[in-house]
């Protein structure tokens, strides 16, 4: 319990750097975020790929600028800041791969994160990271057809509720009901 008020208090005062920079400019409270989410942005946007640490600094960056100009468009009410700040990096890396895809101008999402992996973790953690990707993808195979197609089509290939459901031609209340439902699926399926 008193780990998870730890956090909880941590990412209050987070909260309230995103409030600074909004409202102030407040270029602490920017590095207080970069020292705390930087290391876990490019252990996020790392790949296999030759210069992968450079990228993923590149794209550390870019979510850093982001976070800066828009932090006034955060809305706590609506997302916790965690998932604000690793949405940004998701459609940064999506970003980076659309603009650099040098052999197919159409990425297949599926595959985008696929190859994730922080050449400064230690084995253990590269292990787990592994086997948390294959639970993951093993559960969305067990999940309703309906249900894990809206996931890929809103966390893979980046797109909001309303698109989904424009694609998909389904209200936009039963997209965000099919995500909300196979989340806790997915939760109940990963931690067996």
Sequence with gaps: MASKQTSNQQLSALGNCIVRIAKQRDKNALTELFDH????????????????????????????????????????????????????????????????????????????????????????QLVHQNHLQKNIGAALEQLPLQQSLILKKVYLEGKSHQQTSDDLNLPLGT??????????????????
């Design 175 to 192: 997209v965000k009901s099919r995500v909300r439902l196979a989340l806790k699926k997915l939760k109940v399926l990963v931690v067996r």
């Design 37 to 124: 989410y930087a290391p876990l942005i490019r252990a996020f946007s790392l790949v296999r790929d030759p210069g992968a640490g450079l990228i993923a600094d590149d794209l550390t960056q870019e979510v850093m600028i982001r976070i800066w100009l828009k932090a006034d468009s955060y809305n706590p009410r609506l997302a916790n800041l965690n998932t604000w700040v690793f949405t940004l990096a998701r459609n940064c890396r999506i970003d980076y791969l659309r603009r650099n895809s040098r052999f197919n101008s159409a990425i297949d999402p599926t595959y985008i994160f696929e190859d994730l992996e922080d050449e400064n973790a230690d084995p253990f």
